[in-house]
């Protein structure tokens, strides 16, 4: 069974940071992108970054409102991503999900699997 499991979540001030990983199992995704999406209350699910396969220049990508204060990373020996935000505000706060394309080359638009979410709540 293909999973991921996202972990480090949790309530964080203003100002503040959290480390948020995506542990793979069942498959490989090191030949593939991985990336974080994010859904707040009465919003849509939205995009948050990206990583692409090693080997590929620029193989990051961040939405603009995370540009500068996210930073995605992956471990291919562990299967997992990771993702570091840095000076989190009110805005920020929604259920964070991981997702994985295995096989692809870049950044693509759909994922074939999704992790359960974790909950990033930061208070002002």
């Known amino acids: 069974q293909v999973r991921l499991v996202e972990s480090g979540g949790g309530w964080v001030e203003a100002g503040g940071s959290l480390t948020l990983s995506c542990e793979g199992s069942g498959r490989t995704f090191s030949n593939g992108a991985m990336a974080w999406f994010r859904q707040a209350p009465g919003k849509e699910r939205e995009f948050v970054a990206a990583i692409s396969r090693p080997g590929i220049s620029n193989p990051t990508y961040y939405a603009a409102p995370v540009r500068g204060r996210f930073t995605i990373s992956r471990d291919n020996a562990k299967n997992t991503v990771y993702l570091q935000m840095n000076n989190l505000n009110p805005e920020d706060t929604a259920v964070y999900y991981c997702?994985?394309?295995?096989?692809?080359?870049?950044?693509?638009?759909?994922?074939?699997?999704w992790g359960q979410g974790t909950q990033v709540t930061v208070s002002s």
């Open positions: 997702a994985a394309k295995p096989a692809v080359i870049g950044i693509p638009r759909v994922y074939d699997y």
